[in-house]
Each structure stands twice: as structure tokens, then as C-alpha cells.
């Protein structure tokens, strides 16, 4: 006699089914069960190097040199600033991010469609090479801020492809050229690269645009973070307490 799915089961069965679907979720299977370098990796580097080698001699950087990523959700840029010959870092180049998903505010919950916001640290073991979405890398969703606030998730990436369920899509061109750039420096000898997801550019004026939203205070602690950034152009070093991030 066949078995009866049961409706309960059976709503179990399809959430699993979408949640093992998901981007980030593939990308952590195979980074779990791939060795850590790819033909795909290293094609892609070949690819870009020259260029991104040049680029970076034009601002007294080098292939290698240790990189900081910004990301701003609402204009759908990506940036990549590089260590210079001085020590503090220059904008290297900005990337289009060609989508993601969910609205303006940090990620709370698994499956929520969130992509995050907030400072996010990049290690070596956190690149995908194999990732069923051209290259990845994982940006460390939840941090100890996240967790403070008992927020949940996991395998939130900035990767290719231009399809998104919570992550940062790029182009495929795009995300070889950013990969290439986070994989040489964290080769090279930096121990972490750091991420700052930020809603949107502060601009003068954006408190008050944004006085309705429930944001405003975690926003303006970002603020400040971007802020140092600009100031020095070197990253801050941020920490959490008191369940604020603070400089």
C-alpha cells in the first residue's frame, strides 16, 4: 500500500528542498567536499591579472597587496580599495552589482531574502573556487553582531552568475576580477579582509530621508564606521558591544 506523505512532512520536505536550492547553501556543499584551489580559480586569474596589475601600479599598489571591499546596497556598487606604497588604501575600481535581494536593513532570519549589512571579515577558508555560481566567497553571516541579536543565517556570499536569494550577485567578469584580487591578498599573507556592507553612501541629508525607518540608529553606528574609513583610508578596527558595533 503506498505511504501517505503527511501535510506537515510534506511542508518539511519542499522547505528543504528550497533552502538546499539556494546559492549560498550549493556553495557550501562543494566548498565543504572540493580541494581549495580550482582550474576555474586560477583560469580566471590569468584572465585578469595583467589588467588588474597595471591598475593597481597606477595607484602605487601591487598584485598581492593587502584590499578592503565596501559594499553599497542601494546603488548597487561594489568597491575594492587597495594597501598603497604609503600604507593607507586607494580606491582600486567599482563594480556594479548586478543584483540582490530583499530591501534596505540587515539580515535578521534564515530565509528572510535579506542580504546583510554590517562589517564582515573575509579568510582564505571562506573563498569558494568551486562555487556552483562562477567564484565566491562567503562573507561570515552571522557575526558576533548578528548573533548578539539572535539573528540567523548562513552561507551569505558575494558571488557570480547575477542571481541572488540573500548574497551579492555579480557579473561572472566581475566576480573574477574581485575574487582574484581577495584570493592574492589573503595568499599573500593577509590574515582577513574586511567587508563593509553598508545600506547606502552617506550622504548629507540621509538621516532625515530615513527618519521612519527602524534602521536610523544601526545605520548611523555604520555611518561613523564609513566615516573613519573616508578620514584615514586605512580600515578601522570595529568591535561589538553593548550589541552596537563600535569603533
Excluded at 519542499?14 to 538546499?20: P, S, V
Aim: with cysteine; net charge positive; charged share 20%.
Amino acid at each position: 500500500m503506498p505511504t501517505r506523505i503527511q501535510p506537515v512532512n510534506a511542508w518539511l520536505l519542499a522547505a528543504a528542498l528550497a533552502f538546499t536550492s539556494w546559492p549560498g547553501f550549493a556553495d557550501a556543499q562543494q566548498a565543504a567536499t572540493e580541494p581549495a584551489t580550482s582550474r576555474r580559480a586560477e583560469s580566471a586569474e590569468l584572465r585578469v591579472r595583467d589588467d588588474l596589475s597595471t591598475r593597481l601600479r597606477a595607484i602605487d599598489s601591487h598584485w598581492g597587496a593587502p584590499v578592503f571591499v565596501r559594499i553599497y546596497k542601494q546603488e548597487r556598487e561594489l568597491e575594492v580599495w587597495a594597501q598603497t606604497g604609503a600604507g593607507t588604501y586607494a580606491l582600486l575600481d567599482t563594480w556594479p552589482i548586478c543584483t540582490y535581494s530583499g530591501a534596505l536593513g540587515p539580515k535578521q532570519r534564515e530565509g528572510d531574502g535579506q542580504a546583510p549589512e554590517g562589517v564582515y571579515q573575509v579568510s582564505a577558508g571562506q573563498l569558494n573556487p568551486l562555487s556552483s555560481y562562477h567564484l565566491s566567497f562567503d562573507l561570515g553571516y552571522p557575526n558576533a553582531f548578528d548573533r548578539a541579536h539572535d539573528r540567523t543565517g548562513s552561507y551569505l556570499m558575494v558571488h557570480g552568475r547575477c542571481v541572488s536569494i540573500g548574497c551579492y550577485a555579480m557579473t561572472d567578469a566581475g566576480i573574477e576580477q574581485i575574487y582574484s584580487l581577495v584570493a592574492a591578498a589573503l595568499t599573500r599573507g593577509q590574515r582577513r579582509v574586511q567587508v563593509h556592507a553598508l545600506p547606502f553612501r552617506f550622504t548629507p541629508g540621509w538621516e532625515q530621508a530615513q527618519r521612519d525607518s527602524p534602521w536610523r540608529d544601526f545605520w548611523r553606528d555604520l555611518a561613523a564606521i564609513d566615516a573613519r574609513f573616508d578620514a584615514g583610508r586605512v580600515p578601522p578596527k570595529v568591535r561589538v558591544s553593548g550589541k552596537r558595533y563600535l569603533l
